[in-house]
């Protein structure tokens, strides 16, 4: 089982306690589909998807965003036990929705550089590896029901 040491808990408590939701969730899944283009096709029923601009606008592909960060919520509330709090998420990823569980890392890495850019100096190399630790863990068990 994943350990969490007292700062480590303090440091992830602090950063979603100062997050802004509704401006964080849309801006990270919108990087996520232009980067990563492929991960549109999971979203055929979110209207256009073509463009950057068009993604930048689309206010389905930002309301999923929100929609997105509220589920990492769960995870903030449960540190000691994410794998079994997201069992239920990773079989509707894996066998409904047919997500390829690699996107899970590109989209934990598109919060990353979103939540950096809004932090600043503030997002400081010693709070990126802990913020690294607890999506590492979202994403192993987001992934953990696949086989
Ligand atoms: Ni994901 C639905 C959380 C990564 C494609 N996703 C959800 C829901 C949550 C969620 C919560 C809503 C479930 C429900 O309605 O019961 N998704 C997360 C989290 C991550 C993630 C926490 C990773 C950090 N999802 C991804 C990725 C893709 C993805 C990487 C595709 C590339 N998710 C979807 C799709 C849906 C979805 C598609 C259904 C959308 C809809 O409303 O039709």
Redesign the pocket.
């Known amino acids: 089982m994943v350990k969490w040491s007292d700062e480590e808990r303090k440091v992830i408590s602090t950063i979603f306690s100062n997050l802004d939701y509704d401006d964080i969730g849309p801006k990270a899944l919108r990087r996520?589909l232009i980067v990563?283009p492929w991960?549109q096709?999971?979203?055929s029923?979110?209207g256009d998807l073509t463009t950057p601009a068009a993604i930048m606008k689309n206010e389905k592909a930002a309301a999923?965003g929100i929609?997105?960060?509220?589920?990492?919520d769960?995870?903030l509330k449960n540190m000691d036990n994410i794998k079994a709090t997201?069992a239920?998420?990773s079989i509707?990823?894996s066998e409904k929705?047919h997500?390829?569980p690699d996107?899970?890392k590109?989209?934990?890495d598109c919060?990353t550089i979103t939540i950096a850019a809004k932090m600043g100096d503030c997002f400081t190399a010693a709070t990126q590896v802990i913020f690294q630790k607890f999506?590492c863990v979202?994403?192993s068990a987001?992934g953990k029901q696949y086989h």
Do not use: P, Q
């Open positions: 996520c990563y991960t096709r999971h979203f029923t979110f999923h929609k997105v960060l509220h589920g990492l769960r995870a997201y239920e998420l509707l990823h929705l997500v390829d996107n899970f590109l989209l934990a919060l999506l979202v994403v987001l």
